[in-house]
Structure formats: C-alpha cells, structure tokens
C-alpha cells in the first residue's frame, strides 16, 4: 500500500518557490498568469495507519509555523490548472531518500519500500490547456526524466485528486550474458557499434575480432567456460575503456598536418608531441611538480606539508538533455577527480566556467534542444547545488556567449583539492595496489542511470541520444562519502583510490589493476539500487558517487566498521591479482575475461589528416566617433562583458572559511575579480591564486592565436592579483566540434588543423610562460545533428591557472582605491581589434586577431609581479573582453570613483583611433592605480617595460576620457557604467 | 577552567565546520569535530563539554526544510543528553543550518525552559533565492546573549536560501522582543534594523537575524561569523587596510570561551 501525505504553505505565508515559478512563466514563456502555489506530494510506500501518518506528518513533513499538511485527501484547492511533476522510474529522487531515512529515524524501523516526491503547481489565471502543457514542459518539467500531470479546477476529484502515481522501478529480468557473434561481415559489426552505442569504429571492431581469433584466447576462453565470442560484458568493457573519452583516441593519433603553404609535418599523438612534452621541459627545471598526467587530477607541491591537487573535467552533452542534472552531475563529478587522486586529496574549491548561447535567443529552436536560457538557469542551478551542498565554494569562473553553443552548452567544472604530502612516512600522491589487495566500492549504488555515459560523449547529440545517459547526482551522498574517506585516509586504510566516472566500475577497477597486472570482479556484490540489472550494465553503469578503493586484506576490517559509522554504504566486489586478466564473475560463473594488456593497449591508433587554410573575414569599414561614451555603454553590457553577480551570489564562494578575494569585491562588493585567492589550510596565510582565460570569437581568425591569448589571459588575471611567477601550472580544456572527416563533418580537417594550430600555441606559451599544463581535458564531439540542421561549437579552448602566492594579505584586488592615485596603462596597445567585442558590436569579425609577444609580456608580469609584492600597487585589472575603456571603467566603478584619463599617454603602436585604443583588446595590458607616495617606486619597479601614467582617480564619480586629439572622447558617471554593466542579466 | 571543551558537529551534510572549529580554537577553546553518529554510538559524551556547536551547511541537503531531518535524528536519540546539559547551564551555538536545527529541534527560543516544542522558523529568503552576501548586523544591548557581549554591530556573509525568520505568532513575536530574545538584526549603515533587501537578505521578520533562550546561554544566527576570523575575510579588507587586523566575527567565540572560563 502507497500512503500519500502533501504538504503546502498556510495561507498568508509566502511561497518563495511559487513566486518565483509565477515570475518565470510571466518572463521567460510570456504567458500571463495571476498566482502560483505549490504543494510538496510524498507517497510512502507503506501501510502506516492514520495515527502514524498525523505523526510523521508533524514531526517530519511540515513546518508547524508555516505548514500544513494533509493525508486523507488532496490539499490543493482555489486554482484554475494544476500540475504535478514527478520522476520517472529510476531517476535519483534525493529527497524522496531523505524522507525514507528520516521516516526510519522517528519510527525507529527500517522501511522497505521507498519515498517517492512530487511537486504540485496551482495555477491562476485565464490560461489555456495548450498553455498549461507548455508551462509544464518548458519550465516546470524535463521529459527526460519527469513525468507530469495536468487537471483543470472542473475536472479535479477534490477527494482524490490525481490518481496516485509512484514510479517503482520493476524490472522483472533475471539476469543474463549475451554471447556476440563477431565473425560477421564490416557492414554488420558496424551496425552492432551503432544498435549497442558502443562508439567504436570499423577498425576497432576489427582489433576486436582479430582477438577473438587468437588461438590462446580462444583456449582460454574454453576453460573458464566463456563461449568463443565476446560476451556482451566483454564488448562493453572494452567499448567503454576504448571510448574517445577514455582514451583520448584523437589526441593519440597519427596526424598529417597540412599548414596551407606546403609544409607538412606528421604528428604522433598531438598529446605526447605539444602537451606532455611542454611539461617534461618545463619539469627539468621546476622541482614542484609532483604528479602530472598519470592520475585523476594533476598535482603540485603547496609547500612542505602540502600538495595542491587540480582537476578541470566538461560536462557538455548530460547539460544539453538535462542541463540541471548535468551540470550537478558535472561539479559533483569533478570534486572525486582530486578525491581519487594518489591516496586522496579533500576537495578544497571549485571553479566553473560556462559556454551558453544568448539567454535572449528568440528564433526557432531545432528539435531536442532547450532554449539557451533554460539550459543557462539549470547549469547554474545544478552548479549551485553540487557546491552549496557538499560544502565547497565556488571561487573562480567565467561565461561565455556565442548562439553555435546552442547545439551544446559547454560546462567546464573544476576542483581543487589539499593532500598531505605524507602520511606516516607514505608518499600520499602515489597509489599503489599489490596482488591480493581486495576491491571496495564505496557511496552510492548502482542502477540503470548513467550507462554508456562514456561512449554518448564520444558521439554528437543525436536522434536517439540515451535517455539512461543523464544521471542526477546525489550531494549529500557524496559529502558523507567524502567525509568517511579522508578520516580512512588519514588511518592509512587507503591504498588506493579511484573515482566512478565515466565507464564505471569497468574503468575503475580496470586502470587500477594495470598497478597489479590483473583482477577479478565479482559483479553479484555490487549493491545495486533495484534488482534485475543484466552484469554488463552493472560493470558499465555511470551511477554517481561512487568511488573505488584498494584496501589491503588485514584493513578491510576497520576500513567496514568506519565506513558503517559514518553511514556509508562499502563492500568488497574485487580483488586484484597478477594474472594479467581481467577477470569478472557473476556468482560462480565467468562472465567477461580479457588480457589486460589488450585492454588498454589494444586500440589501433587513429590516423588522421589535417589542413590549415588562412580565412579572410571583412575588414570593417565605420568612421571613428568623437564620443565613444554610448560604444562604452554598449559594450559593458554585452553579454560577455556584463556582470555575472546574478550567477555568482546564489553560489557559496566562501565556505572553508578561507576566501581573500572573492569573485565581487569593491567599494559595494560588486566588482569583478580577475583571479580567487583563497587559504587552504585556515591557520597559515600561505594561498591558492586561481584564474581562467577564454576567448574562442579568436579561433574564428586563428587558433592558435585564441590558444595563446587564453594561455595568457590566464597568466595574466593570476598575476594581476598577486600570484607567483615561480609556481604556476595550468589545465588545459579542450572543447571541438568533430575534428575527423567525414561525411557529417565535411570540414574535419580544417578543424583537425585548428586543433593542431591550438596545441602548438599551448606549447610555445607554456615553455614561454614557464606554466607547465599538470592536466586536461578533450570533448571532441560537441556537435548537434538531427535532420539537415547541424550546430558546431566553435573550438574552444579554457586555460586554467593555478599557483600560490606566498602571503595572501599582499593580494591586490581590482576596484580604484583612493582619489588622488595615479592610474598606469601597462603594456602596449595596437590595432587589434580582429575577434574583438567591439567588432562584434559593431557586427564584424575583422582579421588582425591579438597576438601575444611571450618575452615582452613575460617580462612585463614579472616586474608588477614584484611591483605588487612590495605593495606599490593599490590596484589592479587586467584589459580583456572590451579592451582598455572596459578595463579602466571596471576599475572605477568597482571603486565607486571617478577617473581623468589621457588616451595620448597610453603606450601604443598602430593604434591612431580612439575607439581601436579604447577597445582594442591586445594582450598582456592592465590597468593599475597606486598612491601617489610610491608612485616613484612603482616606477622605478617597471623600468625596461612598456607602461605609462594616464590619469589619476577622481574624488568625485566622474569618468572623463580624453581622446587622442585632445577633446573628451568619453564622459560619463561610474554609477551610470555600473548600472549599464549590471542591468542585462540582472534577474 | 582553563581551555574549555568545544564539540563542533560534524556528518552528514554539515560543511562550515572546519572554519567553527578554527574559531573555536583561535578563540583559546579545546576544540574538536565530533560525529553526530560518534556521540549517538556513545563514543563521545555531551557531558564531557562545555560547550556544544551546531555548524552551517546543508544537513541532508536540505530536504525537508533545512535543518530538520538532522535535528529530528539528534533530538530523537540525544533529547536526555541534551536536556541535562541545557540544565547544567551550558553553553549552546547554531550558525545557519545550526541555527535552523536549534530552532526546529524546539531548543530556541524555549520560553520557559520548554525544550522540544518549535515556535519559530526559518524558511526560504523572499527572494526565493540561496545568497551569498555580506551583511551588517546590530546586536541587541539589552539581550541577555552572552555571544553578543560587548559587539555594537557586526559585518558577515549570509549564504542561505532559507533564513527568513517567522514567529508562529504575534504574541511569540512581541515575547522574543520582550524578554531580550532578539540578539542580532540586520541593519543599515546606520546601524538601524531594517527590512530593505538585500541589507535584510532575506525578509526576517523584524530583520531579526540571531536570536537566544532565556538564560542567554543558547543562540543561534543565520550569518556565519566563523566566516569572518580573519582580517581578509572581509571584503573590504584590502581598502580598510584590515589586512593584518583579526576577523571581528571571533568577538562571538571569544566571548563564549571567556564566559566558560569563568563559569565553569
């Protein structure tokens, strides 16, 4: 039996959610209605008594103050239209878990059937059922993984209500292995890739086929009692460990690499021959790389005690189906990356960083897809709640907005976490894992969710994209997994440890196994979420938070008893082995069996071509104005430019307690901070400096110019703020549209040559910029097909910076200090104006994209490096999106106020208009104010680089520009920029 | 005594408890993470304290309203424990999802001593939104708060979505203000308490923001003054030249660890 209790607001109290809903159907879908309420729905699935249920209803489900419940009929009452929104069977249902958890607390008994929640929305107003049906599925419900219902007030049993609807996973299946004949034709084992979304390609299959062929493998095989073919276990294993998300099969291929003037070079591995190798330079002379690229997330000494952990991951195709579940899925993904690492690190922060078409998009929208803003106010949520909940604060991050990410949203997502260099004399980056180690998982349990996550990112966003691809994570969960395993770390009960992302237990056990030479899986003691799940799905199954860990034999003990204390759930489901297999059983029955080394060895390698073609964009053609004050305007509230406080302030960016610079600082707290400096280990003021640089309007013109100037925006908002020169790293992120060419992507190899062009720049920076990239990440497949519509992201590229800044009280934020500094242009500024904003505002791409000059720029970042330490400068902003007038105005208004500013005294070569010197946005420049006492000083520190005084900050609100012929080319107020640069998202 | 005992819980969901701790601990107290499972297991005593901290975070994510499901697990194992240590007089802390817990427990405000019984709470901002924001608060002089000792107004976050603090009614409103319930209220720079969003990020009744039992000993608020032990916490630090200065939020564990001192 199904008790069903709902609970709603009492009449006179605000219902925040149902305000909100009522705003959004008005804004976002224009449809006109008068008042919404909502009604929280539980059904039980328990015989409780009516005494039980007024209990639980009191003591649990109701807030007495502002309350009230009802459990004998529907509470709803007073509406036109009601909608309830519940899940489909198998979705995570977080709340629903709360409340069974909570149910067993008052009643002291365990439960044996579930909690189901469900949401009413009580609708008023003149509104049509066609309206109603829209609301529901535009904005209240996400088909993918909810199910709703609709009544009208005439048609609505106020005894009965709807009819009662609990979304019990049955699965009434006993399991089973599937043998798999391979000795078919090309054509057939193509169709088998594509019917079972294993993503592999024609010579892949081949490899596979080959084999099976094996005589040894075949013998093998007999003995365990395996048939000749692979078993569906098998192929899945190795479609999964074989994924492009897994193995990188792009970046490891063999590429022909056509510049478009003749030369050819041949690249082997785009990885090994630009990325990696940057590093291993680079780590000749830098003795503070601990981990880099062999481990979930790459690993950096902080200082003798500590290692400083980071992780960038995307989460791009589960945030274009469920942009509120990829996205939570995305950040609480990416905390188990510096969770997994070594022995384990505690996540300390995140970052994140957003590609969104305009939340303004009014036309059509191709089949499949959200609109931009819903997907925009799901990542955001997803985000908010994945950090808020778990407890670690959002410090660092950016959006970026161009209408080809409507096909897929990007959603960068990154951690950093704090390790102890030692546990008692045990190196705590490396993990090791000896034969007869046993195999835990530890967190949540396994289910339908999340299978072939790996392989449906490997692919574009297609007709039959997997619903079973979207999970929806769990943060509680997890903080209480996270919590029990750094207590088991600090015991030494850890060996180690892996996280359950992509590829599931397949790809946890089968990477750490490579440390032992072998395994074996017990697929029948993973605890699963519902029966009846076949083996192969619970050897491929995405479900979250879970992690994987290697216990020694005489620990499992006390490594189950902490687990049990702490309430989480682990069992043993393995253990490793040298056999040099990779062994798995379902009982006492072998289900898959596979030589380790061609498991992960055995991918043929890609070969791919690739041709460089130099594009030619308009040269824009409009005459300079004499006032620029409206461009300004303009410009500040363009969508790459605007603040993003709307987005910042709903996430924690200071829980832990440690935060210095925050994402808004300033006069009113609402200036936007080039980089986070934040202190991991409260007690000591030794910090984490983080920041990001993105551009892709730059990959239009060229690559690897967009690269470079990512490279050094990065570098440079990381310096602005105060961090060191001496210890810096970064993560690359590469997110491409379809490299390889083919029939859907005609253009392959030109994007191919981009990819090429992107990796070169990220090498010559990172050697120039002595800023080794530690780890990284590629989506390569960020298209959209369905029908004759295809949407390509344009390639984008984020760097993450990461480093230290020894005192973190000497940081420098951006806002305008004192009236009566002196305000600095640093660095030069030319007529580049290719890419830029305010070509895009004036409807031009243009050709001359920045290009970046390493030695003069590093140069220059070391002098204000310094400068900074010293505490010469008051302030200081780096010029990016908007160039130098968006810079200087940032700088004022953040500081509420005004500014004199003289263009003629900007240091500049080419660049003789007032609008290209305003706007231009040529790389490495800052703006920097400082007191006129160390005015001397500061100079005397950037002597030998391009840098010049051009005004002083006001002791009134007024921003006056000069222009380059002597007359005022702008002339404004800071609250009037402040208010142009917070007005377009502030919702 | 010398050092005063401090449990800070810790589990399931519960996330400002490391900086609480640090508090705590920069505040000259014995300080220690314990967890909420450790003390019902009979590994940790209340007895064994002096004074007893409720962290923010988001116990269970929040399900159920904030606050709840873990203040029904502590209540429906611990009520005798913490019954007997209300008695002995000591001392009590909720920040945000503490605060919430404490006042969802029925353990504030607890007019006359009655534990257990929820008369107030806190629910979603009127903004319908979670909040991260610097706010100033005016502390109530004539409260018997002994948190609030001698802090005229005071600048820390806000980072809730349901801090909004409701009576169950009138008369409970007029009694929290009669009796010196009311320890903190959001305020203006001018240091009035005020109902203007976002200086009151939240629509509080009364702006009311902290609030403590009769005896002064219990007390909860909903911004996080552990958020705001050091100088550059403060978002104004680097143009108020607070660099160097300690975070004014330590004033509220100086003052409890300087009453324990004394007291016990």
Not at chain 1, 269 to 274: A, D, G, M, N, W
Request: with cysteine.
């Amino acid at each position: 039996m199904v008790r069903r209790i709902e609970v709603g607001f009492k009449s006179g109290t605000v219902d925040a959610l149902g305000e909100s809903t009522k705003r959004r159907i008005n804004e976002d879908l224009k449809i006109e209605v008068e008042s919404v309420k909502t009604i929280d729905a539980f059904a039980i699935d328990a015989d409780f008594d009516d005494a039980v249920m007024e209990r639980l209803g009191k003591e649990l489900f109701a807030d007495p103050v502002i309350q009230e419940f009802e459990f004998r009929k529907p509470l709803a009452s007073g509406f036109d239209w009601i909608v309830e929104v519940g899940f489909k069977p198998g979705v995570k249902d977080n709340v629903g878990d709360t409340a069974k958890e909570a149910v067993e607390d008052i009643l002291r008994m365990e439960l044996r059937g579930k909690v189901y929640t469900s949401k009413q929305y009580l609708l008023k107003g003149k509104i049509s059922r066609e309206e109603v049906e829209r609301i529901a599925a535009k904005l209240l419900a996400n088909e993918l993984i909810e199910r709703w219902q609709i009544a009208d007030s005439n048609s609505w049993d106020p005894q009965h209500g709807f009819m009662g609807y609990v979304p019990r996973v049955k699965l009434e299946h006993e399991p089973k292995v599937a043998e798999i004949p391979l000795n078919v034709r090309n054509s057939t084992l193509m169709k088998l890739s594509k019917d079972r979304l294993l993503a592999l390609e024609l010579k892949e299959m081949k490899a596979i086929q080959k084999y099976y062929r094996r005589k040894e493998v075949a013998a093998e095989r007999a003995a365990l009692g395996l048939p000749p073919n692979p078993t569906d276990v098998e192929l899945e294993c190795l479609a999964q460990t074989w994924s492009e998300h897994c193995k990188h099969k792009i970046f490891n291929a063999k590429i022909r690499y056509d510049d478009g003037k003749g030369k050819v070079k041949r690249i082997n591995s785009l990885f090994k021959s630009y990325v990696r190798k940057s590093t291993e330079r680079i780590a000749k002379k830098a003795n503070w790389l601990v981990s880099v690229f062999k481990d979930n997330a790459g690993v950096i000494k902080f200082n003798d005690e500590w290692n400083l952990v980071m992780k960038v991951e995307t989460h791009n195709t589960p945030s274009a189906l469920d942009p509120y579940g990829g996205a939570l899925t995305g950040i609480v993904g990416v905390n188990r990356d510096p969770m997994g690492t070594g022995r384990g690190s505690l996540p300390v922060f995140n970052t994140d960083v957003f590609c969104f078409a305009s939340p303004f998009y009014d036309k059509e929208l191709p089949p499949r897809l959200h609109h931009p803003k819903r997907i925009f106010e799901g990542v955001r949520r997803g985000v908010e709640h994945g950090g808020n909940k778990i407890g670690i604060p959002v410090i660092n991050g950016s959006i970026v907005f161009d209408d080809r990410y409507l096909g897929k949203p990007l959603v960068y997502c990154g951690t950093g976490g704090m390790m102890p260099a030692k546990i008692d004399s045990e190196d705590c980056s490396v993990k090791k894992v000896d034969a007869g180690d046993l195999v835990l998982m530890v967190g949540g349990r396994i289910g339908r969710d999340g299978i072939h996550g790996a392989t449906f990112s490997s692919e574009e966003l297609h007709e039959s994209s997997p619903v079973s691809a979207v999970q929806l994570g769990d943060p509680i969960t997890q903080k209480k997994m996270q919590d029990f395993l750094m207590e088991a770390r600090d015991l030494m009960l850890i060996k180690a440890i892996t996280d359950n992302g992509a590829g599931g237990l397949s790809s946890s056990i089968g990477e750490l196994a490579q440390m032992s030479g072998g395994c074996e899986i017990y697929l029948d003691k993973a605890p699963l979420k519902y029966p009846g799940l076949d083996p192969w799905e619970i050897l491929v199954s995405e479900s979250q938070e879970r992690m994987t860990v290697g216990v020694e034999p005489a620990k499992l003990d006390a490594f189950l008893e902490l687990a049990n204390r702490r309430s989480v759930e682990a069992a043993v489901v393995g253990k490793f082995t040298d056999s040099g297999k990779f062994l798995v059983k379902f009982g006492e029955k072998a289900v898959a069996s596979l030589e380790m080394k061609f498991l992960h060895d055995g991918v043929p390698q890609m070969k791919l071509e690739a041709k460089w073609e130099e594009k030619k964009f308009d040269e824009p053609q409009f005459a300079d104005e004499p006032d620029q004050t409206a461009n300004l305007l303009s410009l500040l509230g363009r969508l790459n430019v605007c603040s993003k406080e709307y987005v910042v302030r709903q996430y924690d960016h200071e829980v832990r307690g440690g935060s210095v610079v925050k994402p808004l600082m300033g006069a009113e707290n609402d200036g936007p901070s080039d980089a986070a400096v934040m202190m991991p280990r409260l007690g000591s003021f030794e910090g984490v400096v983080v920041s990001n640089g993105i551009i892709p309007r730059y990959g239009d013109i060229d690559a690897y110019w967009m690269t470079a100037c990512a490279m050094d925006e990065a570098l440079r908002n990381y310096v602005a703020t105060g961090g060191s020169l001496e210890k810096v790293a970064c993560l690359d992120n590469f997110c491409w549209p379809d490299p390889v060419k083919s029939e859907k992507a005609p253009d392959g190899e030109y994007k191919l040559a981009q990819l090429v062009r992107a990796n070169q720049a990220l090498y010559d920076f990172a050697i120039a910029y002595k800023m080794p990239p530690i780890s990284g990440k590629d989506s390569m497949k960020n298209d959209y097909v369905i029908g004759n519509v295809k949407i390509s992201i344009p390639p984008t590229i984020l760097i993450t910076a990461i480093g230290k800044i020894e005192d973190a009280r000497k940081a420098v934020t951006i806002d305008a200090k004192k009236a009566g500094d002196f305000v600095y242009v640093l660095g030069v500024t030319k007529d580049e104006l290719g890419g830029s904003e305010f070509y895009a505002l004036k409807g031009f791409v243009g050709n001359e994209v920045p290009k970046v000059d390493a030695k003069r720029a590093y140069a220059l970042y070391s002098k204000l490096s310094k400068a900074i330490l010293k505490g010469l400068v008051a302030s200081c902003h780096d010029c990016s999106d908007g160039g130098l007038g968006v810079a200087l105005a940032e700088t004022a208004f953040a500081g509420m106020l005004g500014m004199n500013v003289d263009l003629r005294s900007v240091p500049r070569e080419r660049a003789e208009r007032n609008d290209f010197v305003l706007f231009s946005e040529s790389q490495s420049r800052f703006v920097v104010t400082v007191s006129p006492q160390n005015a001397a000083n500061f100079e005397k520190a950037m002597k030998g680089v391009s840098f010049a005084k051009v005004g002083d900050v006001r002791n009134d609100e007024q921003f006056v520009v000069v222009g380059l012929n002597g007359s005022e080319a702008v002339k404004s107020d800071v609250a009037i920029l402040k208010a142009a640069w917070k007005k377009t998202l502030n919702w | 005594m010398e050092k005063p005992k401090v449990l800070a819980l810790t589990g399931f969901g519960v996330n400002a408890d490391t900086e609480l701790n640090r508090a705590f601990l920069m505040a000259g107290a014995d300080s220690r993470l314990v967890h909420l499972n450790d003390i019902i297991l009979g590994k940790s005593k209340l007895e064994d304290f002096q004074i007893l901290a409720f962290p923010g975070g988001f116990s269970f994510g929040d399900d159920l309203g904030s606050g709840k499901v873990f203040a029904n697990k502590f209540k429906f194992n611990l009520s005798e424990q913490m019954r007997k240590f209300l008695e002995d007089g000591k001392l009590v802390i909720g920040i945000c999802n503490g605060f919430q817990m404490l006042v969802k427990m029925g353990l504030l405000p607890a007019f006359e001593k009655k534990y257990f019984e929820q008369t107030v709470t806190l629910t979603f901002n009127d903004s319908g939104r979670f909040e991260d924001r610097w706010v100033r608060l005016k502390a109530n002089p004539s409260s018997k708060c002994i948190f609030t000792k001698g802090i005229e107004t005071l600048s820390v976050p806000v980072r809730h979505g349901e801090g909004k603090f409701i009576p169950m009614s009138e008369e409970i409103r007029k009694r929290l203000h009669e009796n010196g319930h009311v320890a903190f209220q959001y305020c203006d720079a001018n240091g009035s308490p005020t109902m203007d969003y976002p200086l009151n990020p939240n629509g509080s009744v009364d702006s009311i923001a902290g609030i403590c039992d009769e005896s002064g000993r219990v007390f909860g608020m909903m911004p996080h003054p552990e958020a705001h032990i050091f100088g550059v916490n403060n978002p104004q630090w680097a143009r108020e030249g607070l660099a160097n200065s300690e975070g004014a939020g330590l004033r509220i564990f100086r003052n409890a660890v300087e009453f324990a001192k004394k007291e016990f």
